[in-house]
């Protein structure tokens, strides 16, 4: 994308990457619908979230102690992780929940709310006010995608006959609209991956305890195959988001305006 795209459409170089970061990530979290809907039925998502964060938290450590990035102050005030790891595992826990009764197309069009919850919290916590271009954008997304969760069904909108799995999901993208400006909020200029990985593990702390009798009940070694695909495919999806969103605080993306 050469300066005057980028111009045209009011982006420094680092925001516009921030922003293809997080469009990538929407794709890559495409595939996760239909998986976990598929892998819902078999397995606990406390179960199941808390091993995706140990093993995202694993790779990434390895990552940074590779290429040399691993700095123990990033570790400081871990208070901030407990924080953002809590509400990312809420969403991922309530996302598996909702898909065991919401069809995955229905729960794709939840999330593409939560660039207006989003914004909304922005404002609470960052003071960052939204451009009549950015409102009127997400009100036409907001639109199409309250359509889609019910069904082009007018009555049911009327009548707001929502499912429970879509009712269940949307909470957790509340979760997910509020720590997307939290990292931006308490990140203290971290290298991204290191402050991932402070926030991978507490929550995949937070999990293990949460979800603990359901760990110990799992029978991990009698899952079906379809659930250690969905465990093999989005184990790395919580550290793409989060570098994501560090990618997008650093750029400036939620910076207040």
Not at 46 to 54: E, G, I, S, T, Y
Not at 118 to 142: D, K, N, P, S
Not at 204 to 215: E, F, H, T
Not at 217 to 238: E, F, G, K, N, Q
């Amino acid at each position: 994308m050469g300066k005057l795209g980028l111009t045209t459409f009011g982006l420094t170089q680092d925001q516009a990457i921030g922003h293809l970061a997080m469009l990538v990530f929407s794709a890559l979290v495409a595939g996760s619908f239909s998986l976990g809907s598929m892998a819902a039925p078999h397995i606990d998502p406390a179960a199941l979230n808390a091993a995706r964060f140990w093993l995202g938290a694993g790779l990434l450590s390895t990552i940074a102690v590779a290429t040399g990035r691993f700095d123990r102050r990033a570790f400081v005030a871990p208070w901030r992780f407990l924080i953002l790891g809590g509400l990312f595992g809420i969403y991922f826990v309530m996302m598996f929940e909702g898909l065991k009764t919401a069809p995955p197309v229905s729960a794709a069009a939840v999330f593409t709310l939560t660039p207006i919850v989003t914004g909304l919290a922005a404002w609470v916590l960052l003071r960052q006010v939204m451009t009549f271009r950015i409102a009127a954008a997400l009100a036409i997304g907001g639109a199409g995608a309250v359509w889609v969760i019910f069904r082009a069904d007018l009555n049911a909108i009327l009548n707001f006959q929502i499912g429970k799995g879509e009712i269940t999901y949307f909470w957790g993208c509340v979760s997910h609209a509020i720590y997307t400006p939290m990292v931006r909020k308490l990140n203290r200029g971290e290298n991204p991956i290191i402050f991932t990985v402070g926030m991978l593990i507490a929550g995949g702390i937070i999990l293990s305890i949460y979800g603990g009798p359901a760990i110990l009940a799992t029978d991990w070694s009698a899952l079906p195959l379809i659930v250690w695909i969905t465990l093999a495919y989005t184990r790395s999806l919580p550290a793409r988001r989060l570098l994501c969103c560090c990618r997008s605080a650093r750029c400036g993306c939620h910076r207040p305006r």
